[in-house]
């Protein structure tokens, strides 16, 4: 076997020396026993590692292929080369000291000949980790099924003309689904990676949402029946690589739960560099999950101001960083979800060290906003702010109203009675900028 067994060298596991350090290959800032709002940290952010960006994406763009030309890709019996990959990825979840990762059947074990095959590499290397899990730390917070990289998807997967493809996915899933749960999974993921069409002229579109409907009814089913307490998550992706996606956003993914029963069932995994994609803020989309109930998971990462692509960055942003996992806090925090990056490194970024700082930094600047984001809880004056904008509502007449005591006839008799004349009030935005300023 040519793939190393010491691929990171000489790093060694991250620890924590706090903001003063100037040791790059140590925490600033993530310090994962520090108390939280009551919590610790570690458990505020559940890390995850994603298996596909950081160990199997050879670093192509549409102009070119491979730049990374990692030993663990080439040169011999794919099955060897995917136990050296799981031993590489085992080596930076220790030395990173995350508590999760996660994974796609496709990333983890090659492609078999048939879906038997597969199936079987599939389970192969789930035996490695359950071994590897026995001794290391890390846990998985989800598994998911790639359905969308073979061209026998290129038409979709539950929503295909083809319904030997919807069996060929169904069958897949419930692989995937069975070792999620084998392996103590806290979420299994659902992104339909080509759940969409290219084109209205040869899409039967009703046909296919409903088809996408009873994939995700036999999804649940399934799950009860084998006893899988872990959350069934959508992640919404609004195009690319299709014209136009069914799970768009959060707020369409609810109408998709609703029509097809499952609003109580599902939950979402939101993903920064969609949120973008679909024209919307991170915490808006983390926002909209809360209000709706479906709030589940997040997929970490960030989009590029000047490309319209899912680029999955690492994220840099303090300020964006902060505002996101404010509204995680507000919404209860993760409950079986975590924190995955989703992101990759450049594809100049060829040094083992690159994967290992990408990871360490997005980490730090997470941890180091999750404190600006519990400062503006502790504060609560951005709370009273809002809470104060709607007293109102908290009043005989608006409480009335908004519990439906009220007809349209009844609400224009009074108006009319108290000549009411509403003046409008400041909505602060400034005001609340500057506030938020004030926490960094
Ligand atoms: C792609 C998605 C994908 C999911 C898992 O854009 O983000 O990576 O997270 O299938
Ligand atoms: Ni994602
Ligand atoms: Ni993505």
């Not at 095959?117 to 790639?146: C, H, P, Q, Y």
């Not at 039967?204 to 949402?209: A, I």
């Not at 996101?324 to 594809?347: H, M, P, S, V, W």
């Not at 008799?413 to 300023?437: C, I, K, T, Y």
Request: net charge negative.
């Amino acid at each position: 076997m040519n793939a190393p067994v010491r691929f990171f060298g000489e790093i060694q596991p991250f620890r924590y020396e706090g903001p003063e350090s100037r040791n790059l290959f140590a925490y600033r800032w993530y310090d994962k026993d520090r108390m939280v709002l009551g919590k610790r940290m570690e458990d505020h952010l559940r890390f995850a590692i994603a298996y596909w960006h950081s160990f199997t994406w050879p670093g192509g763009d549409p102009f070119g292929g491979e730049t990374f030309l990692r030993p663990w890709m080439h040169g011999g019996d794919e099955m060897a080369l995917a136990r050296a990959k799981a031993d590489v990825a085992f080596d930076l979840f220790r030395i990173l000291d995350v508590p999760f990762f996660c994974f796609h059947d496709r990333d983890i074990a090659p492609e078999g000949k048939s879906l038997r095959e597969s199936n079987a590499n599939v389970r192969a290397i789930a035996d490695i980790f359950a071994r590897k899990m026995e001794t290391e730390k890390v846990r998985l917070l989800w598994g998911t099924a790639n359905l969308f990289s073979n061209r026998r998807f290129m038409a979709g997967a539950a929503t295909n003309p083809d319904p030997d493809v919807f069996a060929y996915a169904s069958a897949q899933v419930k692989h995937v689904l069975e070792v999620t749960h084998e392996l103590g999974g806290q979420n299994y993921v659902l992104w339909g990676g080509r759940e969409g069409y290219e084109t209205l002229l040869n899409t039967d579109l009703k046909r296919e949402l409903d088809q996408m409907g009873r994939f995700l009814n036999l999804v649940v089913e399934h799950k009860h029946r084998i006893g899988f307490k872990g959350t069934i998550l959508i992640e919404p992706k609004p195009q690319e690589p299709t014209k136009h996606q069914y799970d768009y956003d959060v707020g369409t993914v609810y109408g998709l739960l609703c029509r097809a029963g499952l609003q109580d069932e599902v939950k979402v995994n939101i993903e920064a560099n969609h949120a973008t994609l679909a024209g919307h803020s991170f915490e808006h989309e983390i926002a909209m999950a809360a209000a709706l109930g479906i709030f589940g998971s997040i997929d970490m990462n960030k989009g590029d101001a000047q490309s319209g692509w899912d680029t999955d960055q690492f994220p840099t942003n303090i300020e964006d960083t902060a505002l996101a996992l404010y509204e995680i806090i507000k919404a209860g925090g993760f409950t079986t979800g975590g924190l995955n990056f989703d992101a990759k490194i450049r594809r100049q970024s060829l040094d083992p060290e690159d994967l290992v700082l990408a990871h360490a930094g997005a980490m730090d600047l997470c941890a180091r906003a999750l404190l600006m984001a519990a400062k503006m809880v502790e504060d609560g004056a951005l709370q009273r702010a809002v809470d104060e904008r709607y007293a109102g509502w908290n009043g005989a007449e608006g409480g009335a109203m908004f519990a439906g005591e009220r007809s349209l006839a009844d609400i224009a008799a009074r108006v009319e009675a108290e000549g009411l004349d509403p003046q409008p009030r400041s909505g602060r935005q400034e005001r609340l900028e500057n506030l938020v300023a004030s926490y960094f």
